[in-house]
């Protein structure tokens, strides 16, 4: 089979699922506990902390999420923009170095930091941990870590599934999911569409056991050929956007059904993950109108459930 004739049958295979999927899930009746907020990213907006968090608040965010900063003058500039606006935070937290010993000093220092020096506190911590080219030891010590710093803080810490970093493949996530039962995720399985090539139809168990696992999610829409659609409104993208929000409405009902906190980032980003034309680099779709489209989507669907 040619490549034009495999992607037409993945397509055709793709159409099955968004015909199950369109329609909203029966979600149960959320015990006392569950509750959903909604965050903005900072990544791609131009502008002041307090211009972002002026215009998150203005559209209705409950948050936003944002690096931990590790200057003492963008901390308070952060916090100031945060209390003035009423705004909760969630932080991120990660290192860089190829060293595996020098990446987790510098993700160990971070990550102490932000749950130990905000005199808000976090709604959780989400992590780029390790690099998809350490050893399975070598990253499995970030998770180990972040075990202590959630139990020793109270402050929820995530494994962002993420490409270049620890959980950057659906098979290689769910060998550290069996063996490490305190790992937990911030689920961006966007990546994942774009590692595997496919809508993960054919790792269903791996899916399923990430959903169960996940206590936060990147709500940014991937499909088999990169991590971003262009624009989620579009109708060429149905099939990719109703399978992630057959994937967000699991995690939801789970949260329900036990009564936990549930978070959610709009992720869209900005250049060059949100394609642009060539030549003049013009973005084909307005990233701070599609995440505001996902809030209000969100926010609908999840709260105003029958």
Not at 100 to 123: C, G, M, R, V, Y
Request: net charge neutral.
């Amino acid at each position: 089979m040619n490549r034009r004739d495999f992607m037409s049958t993945t397509s055709l295979a793709s159409l099955g699922i968004m015909a199950s999927t369109t329609h909203q899930i029966a979600f149960p009746q959320p015990e006392k506990g569950f509750s959903l907020q909604i965050l903005a990213t900072n990544w791609g907006f131009n502008g002041t902390v307090d211009a972002f968090c002026a215009a998150a608040k203005k559209e209705g965010y409950d948050g936003i999420e944002m690096w931990w900063p590790t200057e003492k003058n963008a901390q308070e500039e952060l916090f100031t923009a945060l209390k003035k606006h009423n705004l909760a935070i969630g932080y991120l937290c990660g290192g860089h170095q190829k060293d595996p010993k020098e990446h987790l000093a510098t993700f160990q220092k971070n990550l102490e930091a932000a749950t130990s020096q905000s005199p808000i506190k976090p709604l959780y911590i989400n992590c780029h941990s390790g690099r998809d080219y350490f050893t399975y030891e070598q990253n499995k010590a970030f998770i180990d870590l972040t075990t202590q710093v959630s139990q020793k803080s109270g402050i929820p810490v995530y494994h962002e599934t993420h490409r270049g970093r620890m959980l950057f493949a659906a098979h290689i996530a769910h060998n550290f999911l069996q063996k490490n039962p305190a790992l937990e995720l911030t689920l961006d399985i966007s990546h994942w569409c774009n590692v595997h090539e496919s809508l993960l139809e054919d790792q269903a168990e791996t899916v399923q056991l990430a959903l169960e696992r996940t206590g936060h999610i990147h709500t940014r829409v991937g499909h088999q050929e990169g991590p971003q659609v262009n624009d989620p409104r579009a109708p060429e993208w149905e099939a990719a956007f109703q399978t992630h929000l057959k994937w967000w409405d699991t995690v939801v009902a789970l949260k329900m059904k036990k009564g936990q906190a549930l978070t959610m980032l709009t992720e869209f980003g900005p250049p060059n993950y949100l394609p642009t034309l060539p030549y003049t680099q013009q973005p084909v779709a307005n990233q701070w109108a599609i995440n505001v489209y996902m809030l209000n989507m969100l926010r609908k669907r999840y709260t105003n459930t029958k």
